[in-house]
């Protein structure tokens, strides 16, 4: 994880720390291992994403849909995809192409790192929105009440 910190500070600056969370059937096995550093915080064992979310000021993740919970939230996303081909292989394509998403990827840690490095805020933050209107996200806060609305509109 230390090229990870170097590489967020080259391009952010300031101190940071990686809070790693992995799958529920990973940390059953053996996660503790895994940290070693006092600038890597296992938050496995928490439940809500959205906890760790809120402390975060940039996010990697696999193929997971987290990614677009902290999209969302306007936090950077970068995809670790190093596992791309077995994963197609073994699953299927992604629901989504990775190169029409606007989260920077690598398929090893050198291209991650780089991609994180390299990163342009403002070009994210543009294809992110445009993304959003493409998928015709609307997050205002109200999504609850919409929903009781509509389950009214069918009883």
């Known amino acids: 994880y230390v090229e990870l910190v170097d590489a967020l500070e080259e391009r952010f600056g300031g101190e940071w720390y990686v809070l ?4 529920p059937q990973v940390v059953a096995r053996n996660l503790d291992k895994s940290v070693s550093s006092k600038r890597v915080i296992d ?12 402390g975060c000021d940039a996010f990697v993740s696999d193929y997971s849909s987290a990614a677009f919970d902290a999209a ?17 292989a073994e699953r299927g394509e992604l629901m989504w192409d990775l190169n ?10 050198q291209e991650l790192f780089e991609k994180i ?15 959003f209107i493409d998928t015709e996200l609307l997050e205002d806060g109200k999504a609850g009440k919409r929903m009781v609305e509509e389950i009214r509109k069918h009883i």
């Open 20 to 23: 790693v969370r992995q799958h």
């Open 43 to 54: 938050v496995s064992r928490i439940d809500d994403m959205y906890e760790i979310l809120a």
């Open 72 to 88: 969302v939230m306007n936090i950077p996303v970068f995809v670790f995809a190093y596992d791309y081909n077995e994963y197609v």
């Open 100 to 109: 029409q998403l606007p989260f920077p990827y690598g398929k090893n840690e």
């Open 117 to 131: 490095k390299v990163f342009d805020e403002k070009k994210y933050q543009r294809e992110l929105t445009q993304l």
